[in-house]
């Protein structure tokens, strides 16, 4: 047991602010914040074979094939050396996503708990198109396809985790230390 990687997934819509939380949280006890849709970006600007496919899927909101983001979250996993555990922020996106890591790292790895972000879509809409990070996808247009791709593809694996019993959800329409005030006492009774 002991030598398999503790995980947390970190799902919730665009802009409901997992990247905000994962940092904090990374920073206070210790996990590795892995974003899928980080790692993607970085594949998609070094000179990847992938470059183009996972460009357009970010623009168009769509999901990029299993095999290409489970092998990149794989390998930052073992580059990262001893950690508490990962975060792992924006994945699984789908059903492809979610096979595709059952596949292949089921029996690596301890998933404890799913925390998801929740927050109604129009805050989610108005934080991505203040967000300033110069990316592709935070326009009007691509947004309305990542909401639809989060409704009808990323939800269901909240449902499929919730299920299991495996989800632990924080409201999110609220600061930011609110929110992380939450988030922090669902890890320490999760004993990280
Ligand atoms: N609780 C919050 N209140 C107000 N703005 C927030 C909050 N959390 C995050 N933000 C801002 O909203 C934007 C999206 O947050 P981010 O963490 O990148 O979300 P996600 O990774 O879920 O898309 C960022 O500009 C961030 O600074
Ligand atoms: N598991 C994933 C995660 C992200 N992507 C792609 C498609 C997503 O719309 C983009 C952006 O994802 P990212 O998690 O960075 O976006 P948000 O933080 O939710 O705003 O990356 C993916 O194809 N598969
Ligand atoms: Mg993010």
């Not at 970010?58 to 990149?72: Q, Y």
């Not at 930052?76 to 996503?97: E, H, T, V, W, Y």
């Amino acid at each position: 047991m002991s030598n398999l990687y503790k995980v947390v997934f970190v799902l919730g819509p665009p802009g409901s602010g997992k990247g905000t939380q994962c940092a904090l949280i990374q920073k206070n006890f210790g996990l590795v914040h892995l974003s899928a849709g980080d790692l993607l970006r970085e594949e998609q600007e070094s000179k990847s074979q992938y470059g183009q496919l996972i460009a357009e899927h970010i623009r168009n909101g769509t999901i990029v094939p299993v095999a290409i983001t489970c092998a990149l979250l794989e390998n930052a996993m073992k580059a990262s050396g001893d950690c508490a555990g990962f975060l792992i922020d924006g994945f699984p996106r789908n059903q492809d996503n979610l096979d595709g890591w059952q596949k292949n790292m089921a029996d690596k790895v301890d998933v404890k708990f799913t925390l998801y972000l929740s927050c109604k879509v129009d805050v989610c809409v108005s934080r991505c198109l203040n967000r300033k990070q110069g990316r592709a996808d935070d326009n009007e247009e691509s947004l309305r396809k990542r909401i639809h791709t989060y409704n009808t593809q990323t939800y269901p694996i909240i449902e499929y985790y919730e299920k299991l019993g495996l989800v632990r959800e924080v409201a999110t329409c609220r600061d930011t230390d609110e929110v992380y005030t939450d988030i922090e006492k669902i890890f320490k009774e999760a004993g990280f």
